[in-house]
């Protein structure tokens, strides 16, 4: 098997963008909320803030471990992505490539933001 740079580049820029999307895009909130139990605990300044914790036993809980760890969910994902790159290309890579558009742009408008913060 031989990968080209350009192709290791868009898996990862599409691995990037979708781990982004499923463990922390407010889009995807829906499919996290089934693993997690909510918790309010109130802050210094009496305000009740929500945290959520997996839940405690089984698949839910192991899901719910799993999507709380951004790097975990990342490796899963990128396996993923890499296989159906191997296995399925002509399904995959289009979706491949909209994903690592999607994270070169998210990147790139990170890297200005944090810019023009800078100057001012």
């Given at each position: 098997?031989?990968?080209t740079f350009l192709q290791f580049l868009l898996l990862s820029f599409a691995s990037f963008r979708l781990t982004r999307l499923v463990v922390f895009d407010k889009i995807t909130e829906f499919l996290r909320r089934p693993f997690?139990?909510?918790?309010?605990?109130?802050?210094?300044?009496?305000?009740?803030?929500?945290?959520?914790?997996?839940?405690?036993?089984?698949?839910?809980?192991?899901?719910?471990?799993?999507?709380?760890?951004?790097?975990?969910?990342?490796?899963?994902?990128?396996?993923?992505?890499?296989?159906?790159?191997?296995?399925i290309p002509f399904y995959s890579m289009p979706v491949i490539l909209i994903l690592a558009i999607a994270g070169g742009g998210a990147l790139l408008e990170t890297a200005i933001q944090h810019w023009l913060s800078d100057d001012y």
């Open positions: 098997m031989k990968i997690f139990d909510e918790v309010l605990e109130k802050n210094e300044d009496g305000e009740e803030e929500v945290y959520l914790l997996p839940k405690k036993n089984g698949l839910k809980g192991w899901i719910g471990e799993l999507l709380s760890c951004y790097w975990c969910t990342g490796i899963w994902i990128a396996a993923c992505l890499f296989l159906c790159w191997l296995w």
